[in-house]
């Protein structure tokens, strides 16, 4: 079994930065083993949205619309960690941040990021993130 934990989430002004954190690990004796990572989040009210995912193979990325030039993912294999980085926060940016990760070593293809909500099979408990205006 696969445990993701987010941090770093809090209160920001709009116009402002925060980092978050997604520390995976398997169980005991277990490498944590996954193709891929990535982040979605959910508003009140709303279906939880892609944000960007990550290849943790060859580090290709995909972010939605909304976040691109603003927001970058990015991964320390070593450290079994994930992170995004968020810029020029937008009041619209608030919800819950939810890190993810598929299960399997390998992708349908060498250079394939999931980025659909049913290819991830692990979730963390989630980050309240909330903008300011």
């Known amino acids: 079994q696969v445990q993701l934990v987010e941090s770093g989430g809090g209160l920001v002004q709009a116009g402002g930065s925060l980092r978050l954190s997604c520390s995976a690990s398997a169980r005991t004796g277990r490498t944590f083993e996954s193709y891929a990572m990535g982040w979605f989040r959910q508003a009140p009210g709303t279906e939880r949205e892609f944000v960007a995912s990550?290849?943790?193979?060859?580090?290709?990325?995909l972010y939605a619309d909304s976040v691109k030039g603003r927001f970058t993912i990015s991964t320390d294999s070593a450290k079994n960690t994930m992170y995004l980085q968020m810029n020029n926060l937008k009041p619209e940016d608030t919800a819950v941040y939810y890190c993810?990760?598929?299960?399997?070593?390998?992708?349908?293809?060498?250079?394939?990021?999931?980025?659909?909500?049913?290819?991830?099979?692990?979730w963390g408990q989630g980050t309240q993130v909330t903008v300011s205006s």
């Open positions: 993810a990760a598929p299960v399997g070593t390998y992708g349908p293809w060498a250079e394939y990021i999931p980025q659909r909500e049913n290819e991830f099979n692990y």
């Open positions: 990550i290849s943790r193979r060859n580090e290709g990325t």
